[in-house]
């Protein structure tokens, strides 16, 4: 499905850096293993909550300070009783865990992407 490119420019996408993660016990017990994040996303947006089914290929400590990208203007999403604010992007490996899209360079906290 293709979409204009009006329909594009509604996703926004930041750059930010994870700054906290903990395992959700709640998705424990659903046997979805998943993380909590909180993400600085700079001063304009702020640092952010976010939960991630990633923890296959990644621990708690190696996600802090992490740069990642996110969907930042999608809805709040109740996650077992936490609440989702951004939606962190990742794509699948060969094996299908989510390797998460991070920059190449250190691009500061809250740069959109383009």
């Not at 923890?55 to 990642?68: Q, R, V």
């Amino acid at each position: 499905m293709q979409i204009s490119w009006a329909d594009f420019e509604k996703i926004v996408m930041h750059a930010g850096h994870i700054l906290e993660a903990k395992e959700a016990k709640e998705a424990i017990r659903a046997n979805k293993r998943a993380y909590q994040l909180l993400i600085d996303f700079g001063k304009i947006i702020g640092v952010k909550k976010s939960s991630a089914q990633i923890t296959t290929l990644y621990s708690c400590e190696e996600l802090i300070g992490k740069k990642i990208v996110a969907v930042t203007n999608i809805l709040p999403k109740q996650v077992g009783n936490f609440i989702s604010e951004v939606l962190v992007l990742g794509l699948p490996d060969a094996n299908g865990n989510i390797v998460l899209l991070n920059t190449e360079k250190n691009i500061p906290n809250g740069n959109r992407v383009f």
